[in-house]
């Protein structure tokens, strides 16, 4: 049987190029976003809900249990960027970012963990940013946000190793997609500045460590977080 993946905000940017790249494989692509999807394939079904609506993703999940029997690969590519100074971020944009890109990763990981765990296998990506280890100024929620979620991947690899499940984290720099449309440039070349390879990121190369991540020959690394662009500080 083909494999069974699940790419969390995939509507647009990197989550729907991952998706049709994933169809194209062969694969079984299952999407969701809080808008309907343009994806019309025989081997997708898209689900509308907000990640962060824990009913509305346990009731994707038994969904996806009852029609496949079993999840291979898990994205957590859903994510929300923002950049303002620490005094003038409102605590309901802090909600909004900790919200989709933590509490995301969080309930995914742990309805689609237990489905993996029920077949002693999988395999986990979730997604950081160069932005964390950089400490780039005005992104402070933002940064803060991934860091927890990079935390949250070393934790949960050691609780769900022992299951055969591996879990990593992507920390890619900047790509050209709506995430980072309303980042001033200037901005974005301050960060391109810290990095050994100074450009913007393209889809092979998020791809790339994607596809290592969820390879078979993979299955001994977990815990770990991959940084695009080489991040010097």
Request: glycine share 8%; net charge positive.
């Amino acid at each position: 049987m083909n494999r069974v993946i699940v790419v969390t905000g995939n509507r647009k940017g990197l989550g729907f190029q991952l998706t049709n790249h994933f169809l194209n494989e062969g694969d079984i692509v299952i999407g969701c976003s809080r808008k309907s999807s343009t994806i019309s394939h025989s081997n997708y079904r898209h689900f509308e809900l907000d990640v962060s609506d824990e009913k509305n993703v346990i009731k994707m999940v038994r969904s996806v249990k009852k029609e496949f029997g079993k999840i291979d690969v898990l994205l957590n590519n859903a994510g929300i960027a923002s950049m303002n100074h620490l005094l003038t971020t409102t605590y309901t944009s802090a909600q909004t970012i900790f919200n989709t890109n933590f509490m995301g990763t969080f309930l995914f990981t742990r309805e689609v963990g237990k489905l993996m765990l029920k077949n002693k296998s999988g395999k986990i990506v979730n997604y950081s940013t160069v932005a964390t280890p950089i400490r780039l100024e005005g992104e402070a929620v933002y940064a803060a946000s991934k860091a927890a979620i990079e935390n949250f991947t070393q934790v949960s690899a050691k609780e769900l190793g022992q299951y055969g499940i591996t879990v990593n984290a992507l920390g890619p720099t900047p790509v050209p997609t709506d995430l980072i449309r309303n980042v001033p440039e200037d901005k974005i070349n301050l960060l391109l500045q810290h990095q050994a390879v100074k450009r913007l990121g393209h889809f092979d190369d998020v791809l790339n460590v994607i596809e290592f991540f969820i390879s078979p020959k993979s299955e001994f690394v977990t815990g770990q977080v991959i940084y695009l662009g080489g991040v010097c500080g």
